[in-house]
């Protein structure tokens, strides 16, 4: 089930909470109606100018809405975040249709705000993973940290998640390098695990009725360890897929931390990103239930997207911005090797018109006849 897509009821352990619930706050709200065809039979439009805000404890979240006659772009803030984020929703007429979502946050409180809506539409109701009510609105605040040594702080950053999987096109379980984690016994096409891996959409691991029983797994194994933030399923067959599904890392093949997991899982293509920040060499979706009638999905890729590289910052300060903008929310976050080191520099020089370039150079290891700055 992807962001556009109609969700007549709930996916499996999701609580449905309708948009009249008394712990959501809404700033500018629209008409608020009756309609047999939507959840508690009310739906409200939101307008341009609309605000909503409401707290909720889980890890996962999605809004069910509708009659979203152009694409939808709004920003949602969650927890302490300042600039929040920008999420769209394509077109859809029909009645309860999720147009935001979000897996994989801390499980904890976590306060949201939704605003700066481009277009009117429908909201209906509020799906968290949880058998807890929604809460009223207050700011959550995760934990930040800086580490200090002497009169400097350091922090970790980093430009995000790679665009390409970090595995490579492989053409069989050990080619051309690492090693493809497999639970079944291969016995022909379709039950080799590589060809979930070999970047072909149309060739898949699966599908067919093996026997055996659950837990299921494939996954891969690195030749040395990477921080996987994000990984994508393509199960785009309506009839085998995963349900109950988790994905897990570990650096021996034996004990497995659990990174994300999914409950009452859909067809479609799947994508994503996971709040890991440590390092394995083993990668793998662990099955614990599938679709009606079969014992094995299928899984036509599953791709895994490295962190980029993370680099040290090194501060004079410590400051309440210096936290928020720059604070990591678990001290594991430190636990890699870091191979480049940044110096922040705060400083409130007024300058003139014009600008200033400054640069020293060591003339005693090399000779320069003409220095041109343009």
């Known amino acids: 089930m992807a962001v556009g897509d109609v969700l007549a009821n709930p996916a499996t352990g999701f609580l449905r909470i309708d948009e009249r619930d008394t712990n959501i706050t809404y700033f500018n709200i629209g008409t608020q109606s009756t309609n047999s065809n939507n959840h508690g039979g009310t739906y409200s439009t939101i307008q341009t100018n609309t605000e909503i ?11 069910i809405g509708g009659l979203i006659g152009s694409t939808l772009s709004f920003k949602v803030f969650i927890d302490s975040e300042q600039d929040g984020k920008t999420y769209t929703c394509p077109v859809n007429n029909n009645n309860k249709v999720v147009y935001f979502e979000i897996d994989g946050l801390r499980e904890s409180e976590h ?3 939704l605003k700066d809506f481009n277009v009117t539409f429908r909201i209906d109701a509020v799906d968290i993973l949880t058998g807890e009510s929604l809460m009223p609105y207050r700011i959550t605040i995760q934990n ?3 580490l200090s040594s002497g009169d400097k702080f350091y922090s970790l950053l980093n430009d995000g998640i790679q665009e390409t999987t970090s595995i490579p096109k492989m053409t069989s379980n050990t080619t051309p390098e690492g090693e493809v984690l497999v639970s079944n016994t291969p016995s022909g096409n379709m039950t080799w695990g590589w060809e979930a891996f070999d970047g072909n959409k149309s060739s898949n691991w699966g599908g067919n009725t093996l026997p055996g029983s659950l837990p299921r797994w494939l996954g891969y194994k690195f030749t040395k360890p990477k921080v996987i933030a994000k990984y994508k399923l393509y199960v785009t067959s309506a009839t085998y897929y995963p349900r109950n599904y988790e994905f897990q890392g570990s ?6 931390d659990t990174l994300h997991s999914i409950v009452g899982g859909t067809s479609g293509v799947l994508d994503y990103v996971i709040p890991n920040r440590k390092s394995y060499t083993h990668y793998r979706l662990y099955i614990t239930s599938l679709s009606s009638g079969v014992t094995l999905p299928a899984i036509y890729e599953l791709e895994m997207f490295e962190i980029k590289p993370s680099y040290l910052v090194q501060m004079e300060s410590a400051t309440e911005s210096d936290f928020l903008d720059r604070g990591v929310g678990d001290i594991n976050y430190f636990n890699q090797i870091l191979e480049t080191m940044k110096n922040l520099i705060k400083g409130n020089t007024v300058l003139g018109s014009g600008k200033t370039f400054e640069h020293i150079i060591d003339m005693s290891k090399r000779r320069v006849d003409k220095i041109t700055l343009g």
């Open 53 to 63: 805000r409401f707290n909720f404890v889980g890890s996962s979240l999605k809004l």
């Open 111 to 113: 306060s949201i705000i």
């Open 144 to 146: 930040k940290l800086l």
């Open 251 to 256: 650096n021996d093949g034996v004990n497995y």
